[in-house]
């Protein structure tokens, strides 16, 4: 047993090497490839060899790492082989592995239990003896190490652990304030753990959706992996007639075969608005909105296809320029403040040329009432001390108080009476609607992914309100709205004649 022990400990620390004698592959995946069995789609025994989609999280995982997939490709497999394999060969490590419900956990923990007893006898013997291997966890006392499987619908899963690798799965399907479970249990991973999210979507909201959307500013790599990716998914019997143009495309771009696209129609038909959800084909309309959208859909993907990068990034990527100030032209600022802390909504400034509502440039970020005026002035004067229509519900009190009294800024809507606009019962509904007519009549306009990213998500409720879907932000939606309700009424448009003509917008240069 000691040397047995001896030669786990010497290949725990050799994990995520590549030795040339194993030709390109880590010292983690090729004892996968030894020690580890699993049941095929066939229910055939065999040894765990990578697929395409394995094989590539294997090429890119990090650390930190967000999964977004469709189902049944395989990865809570590849993830569990590989803390498992950890958990064998490094003294002290516990691997969670967290589910949705419990009978996912069960399902999760025989993938584990059967690593576990096709383990040569020797090594069961042995080193790898376990104190304790009930439906929960599995303990190896002579490494003192531990593999456990949780349900996020436990509250304090994750508590009082040190936890060197983490999985939460299925993390847009968690009951329950995901946020607060997943903080808990990301609070027991030390720096040097490894946290993985995964998940297929479920919806253009929550918080899967929001960390997967955060995942760059975050620093976490975000992975995505098609259905196409598992060879499974083909229909090689069933005869392909004329290909739509959509069909076409996805033949040119991604080489899918006469089969996939057979197997493209099944699910198509069997899984209907479903369909991009469970079968994602890509990670943007994958997200489907629930309620029905403020916004034309149509319009918001169009405009998505064909964004332009912006002419200017400051701060981080918080202030974005695509169009910069030209002279002669007057602009429109419209402002949602907010609280100012690092969590919940952001403060977003959206700068609009008046004669066009061309959008020129936006600013979003966590700011204190204080930053934001000091921001807001700055950039208002840069566009030709151009309007600025402050929300001044709750927080916009004080942003109002610190543009007036610390910036010396006075060119505030309205002209006359006290400063801001207030979003009342009546004006909302009205400022949304004029946007959403806007953005349906010449999607052009505009021009941030992250404002359309929102109005994906903003949803009209069954009581005829509307806000974004649980977890989304409307912060950019809302200093838009704002920005052009502002130039409706300076013109004295009505939202059903509002026209918009692309030949006068001013160019970048």
Not at 17 to 33: N, Q, W, Y
Not at 431 to 459: H, K, T, Y
Not at 486 to 496: I, S, T
Request: charged share 25%.
């Amino acid at each position: 047993m000691d040397r047995d022990l001896q030669v786990l400990l010497r290949y725990g620390r050799r994990l995520d090497t590549r030795p040339p004698a194993l030709r390109g592959r880590s010292v983690r995946e090729f004892l996968i490839r030894v020690l580890l069995r699993i049941r095929d789609k066939q229910g055939v025994l065999r040894r765990l060899r990578p697929n395409r989609v394995q094989a590539e999280y294997e090429r890119s995982a990090g650390c930190r790492s967000i999964v977004l997939k469709a189902r049944q490709v395989g990865i809570t497999t590849w993830i569990a082989a590989r803390f498992f394999v950890e958990t064998i060969t490094r003294p002290g490590s516990l691997s969670v592995q967290v589910a949705h419900d419990q009978q996912s956990a069960e399902e999760i923990f025989r993938i584990v239990h059967r690593f576990l007893e096709n383990l040569p006898e020797r090594l069961r013997r042995g080193a790898l003896a376990t104190s304790r291997a009930n439906v929960r966890q599995i303990i190896f006392p002579h490494l003192d190490s531990e593999y456990r499987v949780e349900t996020a619908a436990d509250p304090h899963a994750g508590r009082g652990l040190t936890i060197r690798n983490l999985h939460a799965s299925e993390v847009a399907r968690w009951p329950g304030d995901v946020p607060a479970t997943l903080a808990s249990l990301r609070a027991a991973v030390p720096p040097d753990g490894v946290v993985v999210l995964e998940s297929t979507p479920s919806g253009a909201g929550g918080c899967f959706y929001e960390e997967w959307q955060r995942a760059a500013e975050d620093g976490v790599t975000r992975h995505f992996f098609p259905w196409w990716w598992e060879e499974s998914y083909q229909r090689p019997e069933a005869a392909v007639d004329q290909l739509t143009a959509e069909e076409q495309e996805l033949i040119d771009r991604h080489g899918l075969s006469p089969a996939q696209i057979a197997y493209r129609r099944e699910i198509r038909s069997s899984f209907r608005r479903l369909a991009a959800q469970e079968f994602a084909e890509d990670a943007v309309s994958c997200f489907l909105s629930y309620g029905e959208c403020v916004f034309d859909q149509e319009a918001v993907e169009r405009r998505r296809e064909a964004l332009p990068p912006p002419a200017e990034t400051r701060d981080n990527q918080q202030l974005l320029v695509w169009f910069p100030p030209a002279a002669r032209r007057e602009y429109i600022v419209g402002v949602d403040p907010a609280g100012g802390g690092s969590e919940g909504d952001y403060a977003c400034v959206q700068v609009i040329e008046r004669t066009s509502a061309l959008q020129c440039a936006e600013l979003r970020g966590h700011f204190t009432p204080a930053e934001l005026a000091s921001r807001l002035a700055s950039l208002a004067r840069e566009y030709n001390r151009a309007l600025v229509a402050v929300e001044r519900n709750n927080h916009g009190y004080g942003v109002l108080a610190h543009l007036l009294a610390g910036e010396k800024y006075e060119n505030l809507y309205p002209r006359g009476g006290p400063p801001g606009w207030l979003t009342t019962a009546a004006s909302r509904p009205a400022m949304l609607e004029n946007f959403a007519a806007v953005l349906a009549a010449a999607p052009g306009l505009i021009q941030s992914a992250r404002l359309l990213e929102e109005c994906r998500s903003f949803v009209r409720s069954p009581d005829g309100s509307s806000a974004a879907a649980a977890g989304a932000h409307d912060d950019c939606v809302l200093a838009m709205a704002i920005a052009l309700a502002v130039r409706r009424e300076l013109a004295g448009e009505a939202p059903q004649n509002t026209t918009m003509e692309l030949a006068v917008l001013p160019s970048r240069n």
